[in-house]
């Protein structure tokens, strides 16, 4: 049944079948390790729930007040650097072992606007992004099965974060994602060293990570977000993490493509060398 159907998917468009189980695989990797790190990290403190009103007047509970809000502040962070790190990691050696195969797009975003911009066949991308979050989901059920139940945690707005608050902080961080990708990976430069683009976009991730992690945990994956809601059967505001990252991915494609890409117009004239 299963080559059946790779041979359907081959005849319609050549080598599509293997770049589908390919993305399917690669994107089971990331998610698992992406995931991994946050329920080894445990779940992200982004209030302090006995800091959110005001101290009480007494000097020695302000003191308290103070010193909790701090080690709790610190901890959350630490969480958020380390999960940072694993990011950066996992991205770099998974695009890096996996651009040749299928692209290593690992993500929905990447693949619509890839798409969106003509890279990519739409029967291909819709292939992809239906790999990617199967991949997710198969991969957050073998983490919560292995971490003995543990929950995954779920991608969710800080306290006093709105809705559009946390589209907007995803917009930002999916451009900068996509446009470093179109920049470095798409279009290279004639010079660009080989290999340092996979490093470079795991390096933005775990930036990206740090920066908005307190705030919307910094998803720009709407793949990584979808198999912990499906897992733990928790939907809350999870459109956010579908509408920010495919606009800011649309967006940057659009932005790239219209005014950035280099199209030559005109035919380069022939050598010297090459007429005589």
Not at 145 to 157: C, E, I, K, N, Q
Not at 193 to 209: C, E, K, Q, R, S
Not at 254 to 260: G, P, V
Request: charged share 10%; with cysteine; proline share 7%.
């Amino acid at each position: 049944m299963v080559s059946k159907l790779a041979k359907w998917v081959d005849d319609a468009e050549p080598g599509c079948a293997r770049a589908v189980a390919g993305e399917l695989f690669l994107t089971f990797l990331f998610i698992f390790t992406s995931a991994g790190a946050a329920v080894a990290a445990g779940p992200f403190s982004f209030c302090f729930p006995p800091l959110c009103s005001s101290p009480p007047p007494s000097s020695k509970t302000h003191f308290t007040y103070h010193t909790e809000r701090t080690k709790v502040a610190g901890d959350s962070m630490t969480g958020v650097v380390a999960c940072a790190l694993v990011n950066t990691l996992s991205v770099s050696t998974i695009v890096s072992a996996g651009t040749h195969i299928s692209g290593a797009h690992l993500n929905p975003a990447v693949t619509l606007s890839m798409a969106a911009g003509g890279r990519i066949g739409l029967f291909r991308a819709a292939l992809y992004v239906g790999a990617q979050l199967l991949a997710s989901s198969l991969a957050c059920l073998l983490l919560s099965f292995l971490s003995a139940g543990v929950a995954t945690p779920v991608h969710v707005l800080a306290p006093g974060v709105g809705s559009f608050q946390g589209v907007g902080m995803e917009i930002v961080l999916t451009f900068s994602l996509l446009f470093t990708i179109y920049a470095i990976m798409v279009e290279p430069a004639k010079d660009f060293p080989v290999g340092l683009g996979p490093l470079l976009i795991g390096l933005l991730v775990g930036a990206n990570t740090v920066v908005g992690g307190p705030f919307t945990g910094a998803s720009m994956n709407p793949a990584r977000s979808f198999g912990p809601a499906l897992v733990t059967w928790n939907w809350a505001s999870h459109w956010v993490y579908w509408a920010g990252p495919i606009i800011g991915g649309l967006l940057a494609g659009f932005m790239y493509e219209r005014f950035l890409v280099v199209r030559p117009t005109y035919d380069a004239l022939p050598c010297l060398a090459e007429v005589f």
